[in-house]
């Protein structure tokens, strides 16, 4: 891939090492064999509802969500093999809910739904989360976070834990009948992703350096956090299935991390760092395309990004 745009002047606000403190991440892309099973599934269990859809040739993109917000991109892709759970990709995509009583609604709906697999839940510190595997074997977080004041820190760096959360209890306090009847018309939104990566030092150099983000915890052994405007992560790299793993093979399972950042000027600090790295990408004005080390494909956006746009990658 190459550059296609000519690049305007930096603005002096702009920060060449890092991502705009506004930095945040849109709608996951899922490569599905079973398009109409996993739409029903995240419909059912996540209370979402399809925004769009259209036909690529053989291929269907539909784009499922809450509100107008796209959270959900199912592209099917029937045929490929199914994911393995030790090469690089998904770990879990984080789909982020206001408050506790609209995160009790989705983790009520997700574990009705029959072809849930619940995973487990954890006080995270920073966040409350409850962990599940739809029925292709991707990742799925419901999280609501805590307020940024109850954070702690140490020595600057942010202090987040996996504590034991009785979702029973949890929802025995917060569930909430008429919450649940709103189902899609309560906000969400993908709030982080985190990746299965073959090595640390790696996903470091192309996350962190490359595109920008800042680190926030490493301190989890075989893991790594990172984050924009210091929010707790925006994406999360682990080796605790896939250490070693190299380029992923074609299967089911993610297609695209999607980051989305306020300005133009911010696209291209993000050009700069690539080219002084010699990594290839594409720039459409919008949006700059590239792969990470195990190629997984990262889309950095400008906002604004609508069913339309997603059904056009």
Do not use: C
Not at 228 to 233: Q, V
């Amino acid at each position: 891939m190459t550059d296609s745009v000519k690049q305007a002047p930096h603005a002096p606000s702009v920060d060449e090492r890092t991502l705009n403190g506004d930095t945040g991440m849109d709608a996951v892309t899922l490569h599905v064999g079973d398009l109409e099973s996993m739409s029903s599934y995240y419909a059912n269990a996540l209370a979402m509802e399809p925004l769009e859809e259209r036909a690529h040739g053989r291929q269907v993109y539909r784009v499922l969500g809450r509100g107008r917000t796209p959270m959900v991109r199912l592209v099917s892709t029937p045929g490929l093999p199914a994911v393995d759970p030790r090469q690089a990709g998904l770990f879990h995509t984080a789909f982020l809910f206001d408050d506790p009583a609209s995160l009790a609604a989705t983790v009520y709906r997700a574990a009705q739904e029959p072809r849930s697999r619940f995973v487990g839940s954890s006080d995270h510190l920073v966040s409350e989360a409850f962990y599940f595997t739809d029925p292709e074997g991707n990742g799925i977080e419901l999280y609501t976070d805590r307020d940024r004041s109850d954070w702690s820190y140490d020595q600057g760096r942010l202090q987040m834990d996996t504590l034991y959360l009785d979702p029973n209890e949890y929802l025995r306090t917060h569930l909430d009948e008429s919450v649940v009847a709103e189902g899609p018309n309560r906000a969400g939104k993908v709030g982080h992703v985190h990746l299965q990566v073959g090595d640390i030092e790696t996903a470091r150099a192309f996350y962190v350096d490359a595109i920008g983000f800042e680190t926030t915890v490493d301190t989890y052994p075989g893991a790594l956090f990172a984050a924009a405007g210091g929010y707790h992560h925006h994406v999360a790299m682990n080796t605790w299935k896939s250490a070693g793993a190299g380029p992923r093979a074609a299967s089911l399972g993610l297609g695209d991390v999607a980051i989305t950042v306020p300005e133009r000027q911010d696209l291209d600090a993000l050009v700069t760092r690539l080219k002084a790295r010699g990594l290839e990408h594409a720039d459409t004005g919008r949006s700059v395309v590239l792969r990470d080390p195990w190629g997984t494909q990262v889309t950095v956006a400008l906002p604004g990004t609508g069913t339309e746009e997603l059904l056009e990658r």
